[in-house]
């Protein structure tokens, strides 16, 4: 970014012409273009003029050996080819989510007003009647514990799914709650919170849980899914691999929206959400 740091300054006495050329960035070190791009197709940005160009047009380019490497490419190397062939600007780097998340399929401004809510259909399919609130919850103290809200709208049995607010707070479940009253009903709301919340609490302390905590609020709160087996005393989450493939599927569906004016939080984190070399999620952004 010292290219802009140092550049862009140049034209401020005088006037002048700042013109930059790249593509996708490939390494950490060029992101910073490939967020001025996605600023620019956000409408963050509108002082310039953006022109968007592609190898495919470049008539010196041998069209059938280019499909051909490109193939090659997709398979040994799918994030250069989704840089070099697809054009797109991801930032550099293994991330969980973040090839499907498209801001005009998965974005919008706010819930829309005629979207059928069949958020209590939903929950009472899944044994829990009475509820038409849905509130998912990962217990973390630092850097925060995380929590969104979702309305499920259209056909209840594949419906399309906005996120439609989000809390992050440090330190102990209570404090999470506190703020939490302000946000929520707590007659109306159920909970799916990780199940290792199950048997320890944000600091990782075993004994009073973190669903105990919630309890003893008188919020209700349930693992994702029933102990499955004989073994140890507490349900487990599903497998990793089936939860990323969930979210993913419906990012590439368009049945899953962030409303921006109360979860834009959310957007980032499935953007920036990045994974180890053994495909877990890791760093802050990994828990919204």
């Known amino acids: 970014e010292d290219v802009l740091t140092y550049g862009a300054p140049a034209i401020i006495d005088k006037g002048g012409l700042l013109l930059f050329a790249g593509n996708p960035a490939r390494r950490r070190k060029g992101v910073w273009f490939t967020r001025i791009v996605k600023a620019i197709e956000a409408g963050e940005y509108d002082k310039g003029q953006f022109c968007r160009l592609s190898a495919a047009d470049n008539p010196d380019v041998d069209a059938s050996a280019r499909g051909d490497i490109g193939e090659l490419m997709r398979l040994v190397n799918p994030e250069a080819h989704r840089a070099d062939y697809d ?19 998965n974005q919008a401004d706010r819930l829309p007003d005629i979207a059928p809510d069949v958020t209590a259909i939903v929950i009472r399919r899944c044994g829990v009647p009475g509820l038409d609130r849905l509130n998912g919850a990962d ?18 049995s594949d419906p399309t799914w906005y996120v439609t607010g989000c809390l992050q707070r440090e330190g102990e479940e209570d404090l999470f ?4 009253y302000g946000l929520w009903d707590q007659r109306r709301t159920l909970w799916i919170g990780d199940a290792s919340g199950t048997w320890q609490d944000a600091q990782h302390v075993r004994g009073r849980s973190s669903f105990d905590k919630f309890r003893a609020r008188r919020w209700r709160i349930e693992p994702p899914q029933k102990k499955r087996s004989d073994r140890g005393e507490h349900p487990a989450n599903p497998a990793r691999e089936d939860r990323i493939d969930l979210v993913n599927g419906l990012l590439r569906r368009g049945k899953l929206i962030v409303c921006m004016d109360a979860a834009a939080p959310v957007a980032e984190a499935l953007q920036k959400c990045e994974v180890d070399a053994k495909g877990r999620p890791k760093g802050r952004f990994a828990h919204l």
């Open 177 to 180: 709650l506190d703020d939490a």
């Open 139 to 156: 217990f973390q103290s630092w850097p925060f514990n995380a929590g969104v809200s979702l309305v499920a709208t259209g056909d209840a």
């Open 87 to 105: 054009g797109l600007f991801v930032e550099p780097g293994q991330f969980a989510y973040a090839e499907h998340f498209d801001e005009r399929r």
